[in-house]
Antibody, heavy 120, light 106 residues
Framework: EVQLVESGGGLVQPGRSLRLSCTAS????????MSWFRQAPGKGLEWVGF??????????EYAASVQGRFTISRDDSKSIAYLQMNSLKTEDTAVYYC???????????WGQGTTVTVSS | IQLTQSPSSLSASVGDRVTITCRAS??????LAWYQQKPGKAPKLLIY???TLQSGVPSRFSGSGSGTDFTLSISSLQPEDFATYYC?????????FGQGTRLEIK
């Protein structure tokens, strides 16, 4: 079964860091780009960023709201994508989702989400 | 690129046909996807490339459009279709979403 499972969420104080993981199974992880999204309480979906597969350089793109604070990386040997979040702000409070990214064909597999709460 | 969905909310009955519109602030060719999200769940891909039905999605869902104007239609609403629907443009970064359309039971 193709599956993504996020982990690492929790309560963190403003200014601190947190790293989320997205563990894939059921497909060849290294062949795919991966994206991260978030959804603040009661709000819509927001794209956070994206990492290409190694075949396409493994480079990243980010939303302006997280550029310079968040970093996406991947470990293809472990089938894990990471979202490193630094200098967290209260407005980063959200459910964070990872998804398999088919580029112009959309995000076809999503994780169940992990909740990040930034509060003092 | 800004995406504007209309309506923001919609009340309909089982068996109704409904249409949701997504307008882009500039042309995005056919690089548009539609997602369905139910409360407490992850989004689900319904349509990509504006009109291609994702595998496993019922044929009562359909999409159309190109350039700046797109629609998602559901031909005969079923109880499980009451959810929030989002469009997403895949033409350029950042990959923006519409604000969502909440489809409620009348």
């Amino acid at each position: 079964e193709v599956q993504l499972v996020e982990s690492g969420g929790g309560l963190v104080q403003p200014g601190r860091s947190l790293r989320l993981s997205c563990t894939a199974s059921g497909f060849t992880f290294g062949d795919y780009a991966m994206s991260w999204f978030r959804q603040a309480p009661g709000k819509g979906l927001e794209w956070v960023g994206f990492i290409r597969s190694k075949a396409y350089s493994g480079t990243t793109e980010y939303a302006a709201s997280v550029q310079g604070r968040f970093t996406i990386s991947r470990d293809d040997s472990k089938s894990i994508a990471y979202l490193q979040m630094n200098s967290l702000k209260t407005e980063d409070t959200a459910v964070y989702y990872c998804a398999r990214d088919l580029h112009t064909d959309g995000m076809d597999v999503w994780g169940q989400g992990t909740t990040v709460t930034v509060s003092s | 690129i800004q995406l504007t969905q209309s309506p923001s909310s919609l009340s309909a009955s089982v068996g109704d046909r409904v249409t949701i519109t997504c307008r882009a602030s500039q042309g995005i060719s056919s690089y548009l996807a539609w997602y369905q999200q139910k409360p407490g769940k992850a989004p689900k891909l319904l349509i990509y490339a504006a009109s291609t039905l994702q595998s496993g999605v019922p044929s009562r869902f359909s999409g159309s459009g190109s350039g700046t104007d797109f629609t998602l239609s559901i031909s005969s609403l079923q109880p499980e279709d009451f959810a929030t629907y989002y469009c997403q443009q895949l033409n350029s970064y950042p990959r923006t979403f519409g604000q969502g359309t909440r489809l409620e039971i009348k």
